[in-house]
């Protein structure tokens, strides 16, 4: 069946680090690739999708290309800020299974100052 | 403003208890979503509903009930069969031209006693 991995956390990384948090899935089909991001108490937000292979998806600083070869979706960032603190689930959709969608555990990350 | 609202965001109830979870969307779509987000767990769907009077189990469908009277509301009930229902419980609608992206409420963190 469908599912997503991504990668264990917690991460912790200074101010303006490199982000990197990888993503991989299992499709049977042709998915749609999304990161959602979750701040303290609240709900998720979408903060980028792609919606087939070599796409990339971007917002707020934040990159991911759905790379059908590799079946991943990393999320990438080139200088975090403290503000960026927050939990980020990689998800995907699957048209075949009716668009259910299929979460990655979350990833927490911390940026200091 | 259009938007998915939950209420209340904190629910505190005895054992043995059924309690209701709100949600209501105004920007006229379709499908809604319930899910369960358990601490250092992605979500897990609990019910959707694609239309008005009809809804389907999702993977963790027991001890919940859900109706979907309006277009607009998709309430959960959790019943007192549900054994372990302390979780942060979302919310989430597609559009139906987007049926493969969801967007999500703040939550409702439900705590029983």
């Known amino acids: 069946g469908d599912s997503v991995t991504q990668m264990e956390g917690p991460v912790t990384l200074s101010e303006e680090a490199f982000l990197t948090i990888n993503c991989t899935y299992t499709a049977t089909g042709y998915p749609s690739l999304f990161w959602y991001v979750q701040y303290p108490g609240e709900g998720l937000q979408l903060l980028l999708k792609?919606?087939?292979?070599?796409d990339k998806g971007s917002n707020k600083g934040f990159e991911a290309t759905y790379r059908k070869e590799t079946t991943s979706f990393h999320l990438e960032k080139g200088s975090v800020q403290v503000s960026d603190s927050a939990v980020y689930f990689c998800a995907l959709s699957d048209r075949r299974t009716g668009n259910q969608f299929y979460f990655g555990t979350g990833t927490s990350l911390t940026v200091i100052p | 403003d259009g938007g998915i609202t939950q209420s209340p965001k904190y629910l505190f109830r005895k054992e043995g208890q059924n309690v209701t979870l709100s949600c209501e969307q105004n920007l006229n779509h379709d499908a809604m979503y319930w899910y369960r987000q358990d601490p250092g767990q992605g979500l897990r769907l609990i019910y959707y509903?694609?239309?008005?009077?009809?809804?389907q189990k999702g993977d963790i469908a027991e001890g919940y009930s859900v109706s979907r009277e309006k277009k607009e509301s998709f309430p959960l009930t959790v019943t007192s069969a549900q054994k372990n229902p302390t979780a942060f419980y979302l919310c989430a609608s597609s559009p139906p031209h987007l049926l493969d992206t969801q967007y999500f409420g703040p939550g409702t963190r439900l705590t029983v006693l």
């Open positions: 509903s694609q239309i008005v009077n009809d809804f």
């Open positions: 792609a919606t087939k292979a070599d």
